[in-house]
């Protein structure tokens, strides 16, 4: 598996699936999420209207992802994950690393050969971009072996900030 840090919009990436830190609801947010939605279109928010309804009628539990269609952005899946948020108390690592490895698991699923993903927690959610680096980072790294589809991961991050911290934590973790 290749992976790659970039600053870049991740609404404009070039690849299979894009991952959306979504909020619980799936039904749009702010960041990342907004962004996706508002560039995707209401096609977006009718599929994770319909995913609700069909399983997940509290929301999507932290940790956890499952994928849409794409609506009118260049990829093909939205894979939709909620990161933990740290002024909630959601402090531990695990659940972070559970939204990457969640997210290639649904990847592979979907038969996707490239996934690109935000900073995870690390806007309005409160978690430091380093360590969202190194937690995204080793998670990556360690589920490649559970999804053999997916050969390219990019992080596409919004800040030089972000990207320098994801750099780092590549060029630290063979």
């Given at each position: ?5 970039e ?67 260049p ?60 937690v ?39």
């Amino acid at each position: 598996m290749r992976i790659t840090a970039e600053r870049g919009d991740l609404t404009e990436a070039r690849v299979d699936a894009v991952v959306n830190a979504a909020n619980s609801t799936l039904l749009g947010g702010g960041g990342v999420d907004g962004a996706l939605h508002a560039a995707a279109g209401p096609e977006l928010l009718e599929e994770c209207r319909r995913v609700r309804a069909a399983r997940w009628h509290d929301g999507l539990p932290v940790g956890e992802a499952v994928a849409t269609g794409a609506g009118r952005l260049p990829a093909r899946w939205v894979i939709h994950t909620v990161g933990p948020n740290r002024h909630r108390g959601q402090t531990d690592p695990a659940l972070l690393a559970s939204c990457f490895r969640r997210s290639l698991e649904v990847a592979q699923d979907l038969g996707a050969t490239s996934v690109a993903f935000p900073a995870i927690s690390a806007g309005v959610y409160g978690w430091a971009a380093a360590e969202v680096a190194d937690v995204a980072v080793a998670a990556v790294r360690q589920a490649a072996e559970h999804a053999p589809s997916v050969e390219q991961v990019h992080f596409v991050l919004f800040s030089d900030a972000i990207l320098a911290e994801f750099e780092r934590a590549l060029a630290a973790q063979p």
